[in-house]
């Protein structure tokens, strides 16, 4: 009951930011009007406006997104934004009060709109709370019957973020931007130092995290002289062949579970583990056209993997897989 109340009340706050946006994109946005008397009636309009053109994003957006995919990949996503702005010209089909002069008018408003709504929402935090992918790990435990074990021993949550360092740290809780954090400091936890290995690097670090042995990973994506090609951490046979260098019968997450990880820690046998990437109950969800229908996400995920390969292939050079003694003496086998 308290979930279905929290939904409730999040579903009303976020429709509310939307008409705001929409009110936003009434004063701003030039051939986008709400013919509205006053006040009043135009929170109405904004409020019915906001909720059709919901009902739109949610039924036939998904089905033009999925018609003209490979039209969003040839334009890296671009084509999106044209969609979003017939979904917002379609509001105005069935709602006559909405005005847009034409569909210029109806693309400017609706990067007008998503902008106003995304930065309303990060204010609020309304995504923090019963989210989707709240509802996406919640839907996988089930699926995967992780039940409590009934164990009254101590459990351990390891959260890797990247980039984090002490002092950026520090200044995120001095600044408020992690709440959570605060109160567990306040409730007797303890914030230590920590030093990075090198490399420091995502690989590297989890080998040693999981494993307690992070030998011969030199980087993220090496050249390697015996096999005569580019290693590379983002490639899924990598991973699992870095893993198998490394690992052995006591990985720290052998009874545990690992989401979205590089490597596994040990944790095989139930499928909790999904490397590398989205888990697949993600694909396979209508929360995954969610993701890769944001523009910025688009933008990122498809180009991404083919400019990777490229600079990975640009960078071995004619000269590369010489038998090139180091500058350095080091361990192992050369690289």
């Not at 995504?127 to 992780?146: I, N, P």
């Not at 360092?165 to 709440?179: D, F, I, K, N, V």
């Not at 396979?284 to 390969?309: K, M, Q």
Request: charged letters at 15%; aromatic letters at 8%; hydrophobic letters at 45%.
């Amino acid at each position: 009951m308290r979930r279905v109340l929290g939904i409730g009340v999040r579903f009303a706050v976020a429709w509310g930011l939307q008409a705001l946006s929409l009110v936003v994109v009434h004063w701003l946005v030039p051939g986008v009007r709400l013919e509205a008397a006053g006040p009043a009636e135009l929170a109405a309009e904004a409020m019915a406006v906001a909720l059709v053109l919901a009902a739109l994003n949610s039924s036939v957006r998904p089905a033009l997104l999925w018609l003209t995919l490979p039209v969003n990949v040839f334009t890296l996503g671009l084509f999106s934004l044209a969609i979003n702005a017939l979904m917002l010209y379609m509001v105005s089909w069935v709602l006559p009060f909405l005005v847009i002069a034409h569909f210029g008018s109806a693309l400017l408003g609706s990067v007008v709109l998503a902008a106003v709504a995304t930065s309303l929402g990060t204010v609020t935090a309304i995504d923090s709370h019963y989210s989707f992918f709240g509802g996406v790990v919640e839907w996988l435990a089930r699926r995967l019957g992780s039940t409590p074990s009934g164990d009254n021993t101590r459990g351990i949550i390891i959260l890797e973020i990247d980039g984090l360092s002490r002092e950026r740290l520090e200044t995120a809780l001095e600044r408020g931007r992690m709440p959570f954090l605060r109160d567990l400091l306040s409730r007797g936890h303890c914030l230590t130092g920590y030093d990075s290995g090198l490399p420091s690097q995502t690989s590297s670090s989890q080998a040693g995290i999981m494993f307690g042995n992070n030998w011969d990973i030199p980087g993220f994506r090496w050249y390697d002289k015996n096999e005569g090609r580019v290693v590379s951490s983002r490639n899924p046979a990598d991973a699992r062949a870095i893993e198998a260098h490394v690992s052995h019968s006591h990985g720290l997450l052998r009874e545990g579970s690992s989401i979205n990880n590089l490597l596994s820690g040990g944790r095989h046998e139930d499928g909790a583990h999904r490397q590398p990437g989205l888990t697949p109950g993600l694909r396979n969800s209508s929360g995954a056209w969610r993701i890769s229908t944001s523009i910025s996400s688009i933008l990122t995920c498809f180009p991404e993997p083919a400019v990777g390969r490229y600079r990975d292939g640009a960078r071995v050079g004619p000269g590369t897989a010489k038998a090139t003694t180091p500058r350095v003496a080091a361990g192992g086998e050369d690289h």
